[in-house]
């Protein structure tokens, strides 16, 4: 099994009107079982739409998942297209309808009547069960291929294809195997990560290295081709290391990790708690933190000061202070940095001011200008950075965040890897 | 002319590491143009794969759309492809040729000898002239349906389809326009919109209606296909105000209108300020509230009290109801909101506490049990929601942030029709 079909089911996407990140996703999950995605096929929802590109795909491919057009509305058509696909009726099943209704129970609501077609299977499959959500999973064999079929939801999608499809798929598998890993790295531009590492992003080159941006973070991403996973992780290693030697401490973490997340660990494995202070972030960085699960453990509250008054009445910011010096200023955001953190008793204490635009800038404080300060034992760092004054408000906002919990972590002891932790 | 297939070819896109844009925009454009994306195909950079599909889009659709694989690198295939797809060969074209030599001289650089194959057209092509890349794009008729290749960069892709290639859609177009309008609602389900609206989802309908939800907002997409665009327009409005009519005030909003722009836009037009006491959402009603620009007309600000402590010292939530009650409880949501609406002196204070797992909760006080309290000038009012034990730390933190600013919307006079603010 080495050549899987995906197809991604839904009106709005083949209009253009929702980005499909589920086909991305699967592509990934597959390359790192040794499967690859061969085509990707995007169709709306119409019945003989649906049911051609099953056809095909089951006739080229070793292997098909598709998503969407599972929900209980007129307009989820993919049960009925796939059963048409396979020459057979859709049959109840009595299992998946208890569970239909359980769902409902559970919420307190009775079932609609609409839901029951959720229930229904083309005769010969079976059903994959959603944890999630309400719309079962499909499975059936057409033509001699195995075809998986999840709802469009991206997180019922993720779920059921890990406990039940990727199982299956790795039993079979026999291709070479794709492994990737990313390093995510803040701190430089992406043209100056790229010059530090241009002699390993050559074409051809296995593990094959390449950059992408999103808000400030530079991502590094790794694809080793290999045998098997022992090889393709070893290879992966041995680049890192690499890519770690020369860009030092400006990269936080491997994979998912998420600068929250990094920051959280190492306040975590120190025992020590943060505050947060913020203007024009408005609550972002502490939104940020506590998605983090556990995040109770280190992150104590904060103070979300829009208005000169906020910053007064809950953080005892002088009113001689914003007047002289403005609330965008080094000496306000210091003084909101300490004073959250003489609030709450916290460890560390992050502080932001800045002007987020679009409007709102002047000569002195232009758009992007924002004070980001840091207070701790030791004392109050206050650092002023210009983010752009054509940037989106929203970027802006994300830079001032990142690079605030940026802060935190080189303070905290700097990279993810295991090496540099406390060195 | 009124079926379009379209390609994007290229291996990172593919294995999903790079997302694809190009797809849907051209989608988009081209329903503006009365032509529908019928199949939207992604293939890796494999000249039989790409030969493949072009050759059956264009057996089945009526133009073909593509982008990627015109590049100079030996992984670039697809002019070879459409070649082979065509049965012909490639040739100099002594004007690209030209084009792309004056490209690098202006750049001060000598064209790499690999730049010229990007000159190289398929016999009976033509080449679409690429005013901000080095990479003509490719115009050919293959059996009868005209095929449009553009490099895969999104700015070098959009500007040559707009200048070169839509104004020839344009002109050989006969199909109807297709306008969109996504109505945004927040506190019904999926399912209970779909029941309410279910007649005019049907198969096959004009305007088109379908929904789809995230994060709890069901978003209901309408799609009008008419001769022009004022019989367009006409039609959504009647569909428009038809499901308001059926929807009531669920319905918040249109378009790209989110649920903290209508709030601030409600706040905004009658004066009135806001601020936020949040526990387990930690900053996130700030940091939507504060992504709408001129949002410091209406916020305040507000107070992230995560731990016990901050609740206490930053709200002055009493110690002892917070241990008689503990802190997941509709006695601290109300002190939460009233503490925070007297230290700001707002008009109206949204407060939220609950368990956003996956950790932490218990058999009375479940994972997903939030408990949301507005407070005003006419007292607080403090509801207790369920969102779903089973439900991502992430779904139940957006909900609760979504539900909090829909309780505050319905407040200050619910939907955003003109015709029902204020009756």
Request: some cysteine; aromatic content about 4%.
């Amino acid at each position: 099994m080495e050549r899987a079909w995906i197809i991604s089911i839904g009106t709005e996407l083949a209009l253009g009107q929702t980005i499909d990140t589920n086909g991305g996703w699967l592509a990934r999950q597959l390359a790192a079982l040794g499967i690859r995605a061969e085509r990707h096929v995007t169709v709306p929802d119409h019945t003989g739409a649906i049911r051609d590109v099953f056809v095909e795909a089951a006739a080229k491919g070793d292997v098909v998942l598709a998503s969407g057009g599972l929900g209980p509305t007129e307009d989820d058509l993919t049960r009925h297209a796939l059963a048409d696909a396979a020459g057979v009726e859709l049959e109840l099943h009595e299992a998946s309808l208890e569970r239909l209704r359980a769902f409902f129970v559970a919420r307190g609501r009775r079932m609609p009547e609409t839901n029951r077609v959720q229930a229904m299977i083309p005769c010969g499959g079976r059903a994959i069960q959603n944890g999630c959500g309400t719309a079962p999973g499909l499975h059936i064999v057409l033509r001699g291929t195995p075809c998986y079929v999840t709802p469009g939801v991206p997180f019922e999608m993720r779920a059921m294809f890990s406990r039940d499809v990727a199982p299956a798929l790795a039993a079979a598998g026999r291709g070479q195997v794709l492994l990737s890993r990313r390093l995510g790295t803040y701190g430089l531009g992406e043209s100056n990560v790229n010059e530090q590492i241009a002699d390993l992003m050559g074409k051809g080159q296995n593990p094959g290295v390449g950059t992408s941006v999103s808000f400030g973070v530079v991502s590094i991403r790794l694809n080793a081709w290999a045998e098997g996973r022992a090889e393709a992780e070893a290879s992966l290693d041995d680049a890192e290391a690499e890519i770690r030697r020369r860009l030092g401490d400006i990269v936080f973490g491997r994979d998912d990790e998420t600068l929250p997340g990094v920051v959280g660990r190492l306040l975590a494995q120190r025992g020590e708690t943060v505050s947060t202070a913020e203007s024009c972030t408005g609550g972002l960085i502490g939104a940020l933190l506590t998605d983090v699960p556990g995040s109770s453990q280190y992150f104590l509250g904060g103070a979300v000061t829009y208005s000169n008054e906020a910053k007064t009445r809950l953080l005892g910011v002088s009113q001689d202070v914003l007047e002289a010096r403005g609330a965008v200023s080094e000496s306000v955001a210091q003084a909101m940095a300490e004073g959250v953190s003489r609030r709450l008793g916290s460890d560390y204490a992050l502080s932001v001011t800045g002007v987020a635009g679009p409007a709102g800038g002047t000569s002195t404080k232009p758009v992007g200008l924002v004070y980001i300060g840091l207070s701790s034992s030791t004392g109050t760092v206050v650092e002023p950075w210009l983010f752009g004054e054509d940037s989106p408000r929203e970027v802006i906002r994300h830079r001032a965040a990142y690079t605030a919990l940026n802060m935190l972590r080189r303070r905290l002891g700097g990279s993810a890897s295991e090496g540099s932790v406390g060195k």
